[in-house]
């Protein structure tokens, strides 16, 4: 290798331990991380004619660490190094052992957004430059950049002191590099099923844990688990690099060495494990129940997934519950699993829902269906060869799907009809498309069954408010109605909408009589907020309490006489300034008197807003008062 090569290789193996004593040093994430960079250039910079090093990591350790004290002295910070042995030019082996942890445990911070904390693991723990992450993440390096410049501020703001021991951040540090296994293992979008370089790079991090912090269970659960499901990877593809299902893979192309070392991995984990197993441990020993060479063990994966469900109760780990009991005790008592999740409205969007469930209704010999759930798990993924292989499998069952109309080109035809306006169109697609997306755009329409409707909207739309809940039940109606099915809707409910309390108009100073009038308009007479703000002087009929269609009180026309004055053209409601030179409005919208223009909507929901305490002006329409036969006093006193 050159010295380039050699600069690079030295810099991943060591850029944690470097940044990790930097920042025990410096106190500052950004600057240790600048620090190490720079000592990075000097390296580039002087080994390709001075010769690399003995000790390359040394050299940069202590370039690094001299920059540091340099920076201190000239900050005048040098005094407040602590008094932990640490000297002013430290030697290279001189960097404390827990260094590295405790890098770990800052990127990982809890208070980072998850893919910020992947982000800065990636970028100061594995040495990753920001185009390798985005390439790894198929991000565009812009994303990548902004995600660690929040971290760092952030960082910067919380301070970098980690907690004493790794087990107060522990289930963070596991996730993120978890997380990263998980991307490298199946990506979850692009062409490639597998990136062994995110594969390798978690790896790395669970050994590096494992040395770091080798009493915690957990680490040695999650490097068992890694190492034994990293084992199977030269099996999960096949020469097209189209995913092989694990139950068809060759065990012998397994990798032994890395079963051995999950093996010796989960028996660590067991001998410093003073309770209960956690779930990286459970994960770890349901591998070992796959890795036997004569097939997997379904019974023993079932019973610890049963355990796992208990520690962990996600709506995956109960979906891979389902898998493990649909093997053991048959496809029926899985798919009765699986079915719970879709009634619960549980993993909506998550491709490998309907991948197990197509799968099992398949085993019980219902093709037709299994063809439209492995079609509607091939429209959930973002991955390419998982894609590829989810339709292969549904036209498999081609020959068995059901003859005559489906739902996918009935929702199609209905939307396109030349009788539905845009915002129509708009509206119902939103309903019907979710609906194809639940229940698959193969559905027969003899198969569309008003209580597996009733169960789709009620899981999706359960929460959202009585007028959106009933907008897609009139959605489900119509389209019902068009199909000849008018009882298609029949399990959906109408709901009413609660009464929404009267917002009180809020107390303003006696001197902003022109919030007043505005508000008290409003709540009088029931106009929109645009007529309203339309409205000019020469509209004003203050003896007959109108201005134009617009209504009001004896009380608020005297509001609105107090703030007209004299004039008598322009706009009711003004600005409160004139307008620029390069903003001058239309001769309607400006008042001849003053030259301010006329207030804007945003401006005035803006005030409204800051007066209530986050009301909007509907709100003040929607309880007006006036009709056409009464004209009860609004209190100006209470303006």
């Known amino acids: 290798m050159d010295a380039g090569e050699v600069a690079a290789a030295v810099w991943r193996a060591e850029s944690a331990t470097i940044v990790g004593g930097l920042v025990r040093l410096v106190g500052d994430v950004g600057l240790a991380e600048e620090l190490a960079q720079d000592a990075l250039v000097a390296a580039l910079e002087q080994w390709p004619t001075a010769g690399v090093p003995d000790a390359p990591a040394a050299w940069l350790t202590t370039v690094a660490r001299r920059r540091a004290v340099d920076h201190l002295r000239r900050t005048g910070r040098l005094a407040e190094l602590p008094d932990d042995g640490t000297s002013p030019a430290p030697e290279p082996d001189a960097a404390a052992p827990d260094d590295v942890l405790r890098l770990v445990l800052l990127t990982c ?19 990753l430059s920001t185009a390798e992450i985005a390439r790894a993440f198929l991000l565009h390096e812009p994303q990548v ?73 957990e680490v040695h659960g999650l490097l068992a688990l890694m190492e034994l499901q990293a084992s199977r990877s030269a099996a999960r593809t096949d020469r097209s690099g189209a995913p092989v299902p694990l139950d068809e893979q060759d065990r012998t192309r397994w990798d032994a060495a890395g079963i051995r070392r999950g093996l010796t991995a989960l028996l660590h984990a067991r001998e410093v494990q003073d309770g209960p197993p956690g779930p990286y441990v459970l994960q770890a020993a349901i591998a070992v129940g796959h890795a036997r060479p004569d097939g997997t063990d379904w019974d023993q994966v079932a019973a610890l997934y049963d355990l796992l469900v208990a ?98 080109p009935a929702v199609q035809r209905f939307l396109a009809r030349e009788d539905l306006s845009p915002a129509s169109r708009r509206s119902y697609g939103q309903t019907l498309h979710r609906l194809v997306d639940a229940l698959g755009d193969a559905l027969p329409l003899t198969g569309l069954d008003p209580d597996r409707v009733g169960v789709v909207v009620t899981t999706t739309w359960d929460a959202v408010s009585p007028a959106t809940w009933n907008r897609h039940r ?22 009413t909408p609660a009464a929404r309390p009267p917002v009180p108009v809020p107390t303003v100073p006696d001197g902003a009589l ?103 002006l509907r709100s003040l329409r929607a309880q007006a008062t006036i009709s056409s036969s009464s004209l009860p006093f609004v209190s100006a006193t209470a303006l």
């Open 145 to 217: 950049v902004a995600r660690i410049a929040h971290a760092r501020r952030r960082l910067a703001e919380l301070g970098v002191e980690p907690p004493s021991r790794a087990g107060d951040r522990l289930g963070s540090v596991l996730e993120v590099v978890y997380l990263v296994f998980n991307e490298g293992y199946t990506a979850t979008a692009g062409d490639d099923l597998l990136r062994p370089a995110l594969t390798e790079e978690a790896l790395r991090l669970g050994r590096l844990l494992v040395g770091h912090a080798p009493d915690e269970p």
């Open 474 to 495: 009139a959605a489900i109606r119509s389209f019902g109605a068009w199909l000849g099915r008018p009882g298609l809707g029949a399990t959906i409910p109408g709901r």
């Open 514 to 616: 022109r919030e007043r009038a505005l508000w008290a308009l409003l709540a009088d007479s029931g106009a929109t907020v645009t007529a309203v703000l339309g409205l000019d002087v020469d509209d004003l009929d203050l003896a007959g309490r109108r201005a134009g269609p617009v209504r009001f009180s004896p009380a608020t026309a005297g509001l609105l006489r107090a703030l007209v004055g004299t004039r008598t053209r322009g706009p009711i409601f003004l600005s409160d300034r004139r307008p620029g030179p390069t903003r001058t409005p239309g001769a309607r919208d400006l008042c001849p008197l003053t030259g301010r223009r006329r207030l804007s909507y945003e401006r005035a929901e803006y005030l409204f807003k800051q007066a209530s305490g986050g009301s909007t």
């Open 311 to 408: 520690t962990l109760p996600t709506p995956v780990v109960r979906l891979n519950r389902a898998v493990a009991h649909g093997r053991a005790h048959g496809p029926r008592t899985g798919l009765d699993q699986v079915d719970a999740l879709v009634d619960e409205g549980l993993l909506p969007d998550y491709h490998l829902l309907p991948a197990v469930r197509a799968d099992l209704l398949g085993r019980l010999g219902r093709d037709a269906e299994a063809r439209i759930e492995w079609r509607r798990a091939a429209a959930s993924t973002a991955n390419a060869a998982e894609r590829a292989v989810l339709l292969r499998r549904a036209d498999a069952l081609a020959a068995a799907a059901a003859t005559g109309p489906t739902l996918g």
């Open 109 to 127: 911070h809890p208070a980072l957004a998850r893919d910020e904390r992947t982000a800065m693991t990636l970028r100061l723990v594995a040495g």
